[in-house]
């Protein structure tokens, strides 16, 4: 494996810090409080070189998400699997973590309906479910297999993508206010869905 160069290593710490950056302000004042200024002030750098790594707040938006998922809500999951619950509660865990730590950031519904709404993202969400969210779905099969509790005729990634779906459902209407929902009620009758599915 060859090195990765001094200069890339640099930028890649650049972003990373501006990432982080990102994720504290949008967590502690909200996304629409917060500005491009702020960012680049958390981050130690210039507004210019912020604007060199992310063109807008937007752009940011993947990111933050891939971050909050690897820093906090994988953590939190892991160290939750190890209080022994049952697989549902476990996958009940995990969609209130991405609730409280992503959806209840005031401002940031409007931010995703944009990036929805942008055909690039859909490309870029295939980051968050392989750097995130999928992994944790799997995280919880392997796990209630273990248990006895999922079956094992069909792989675990088919499944954590199927309920992937079923969730990301959810998000859409969320997001788009296709129509009424909310978010606790959706996610018990996921649950329920889920479960016939997973049924060892």
């Known amino acids: 494996m060859n090195p990765i160069p001094l200069r890339e290593r640099n930028r890649q710490k650049v972003r990373q810090r501006i990432i982080a950056a990102a994720a504290e302000l949008f967590g502690s004042g909200g996304y629409s409080q917060t500005t491009m200024d702020d960012i680049a002030a958390k981050a130690e750098i210039s507004r210019a070189t912020l604007f060199n790594y992310f063109p807008t707040k937007d752009a940011l938006l993947i990111p933050f998400a891939v971050e909050i998922f690897q820093r906090q809500i994988q953590p939190r999951l892991t160290a939750y699997?190890?209080?022994?619950?049952?697989?549902?509660?476990?996958?009940?865990?995990?969609?209130?973590?991405?609730?409280?730590?992503?959806?209840?950031?005031?401002?940031?519904?409007?931010?995703?309906?944009?990036?929805?709404?942008?055909?690039?993202?859909?490309?870029q969400s295939d980051t968050v479910y392989e750097a995130g969210f999928i992994y944790s779905l799997i995280e919880i099969l392997r796990y209630g297999q273990g248990r006895g509790e999922v079956r094992a005729d069909l792989p675990l990634d088919k499944q954590a993508r199927y309920i992937a779906s079923l969730y990301i459902s959810i998000f859409y209407s969320l997001m788009m206010q296709v129509e009424k929902v909310e978010y606790a009620s959706e996610i018990e009758s996921v649950l329920r869905f889920i479960e016939s599915g997973i049924r060892a």
């Open 81 to 123: 699997l190890g209080s022994a619950p049952n697989t549902l509660d476990a996958f009940h865990f995990l969609f209130m973590e991405i609730q409280q730590y992503v959806f209840a950031i005031p401002g940031i519904d409007e931010a995703f309906k944009r990036a929805i709404l942008q055909p690039q993202a859909l490309h």
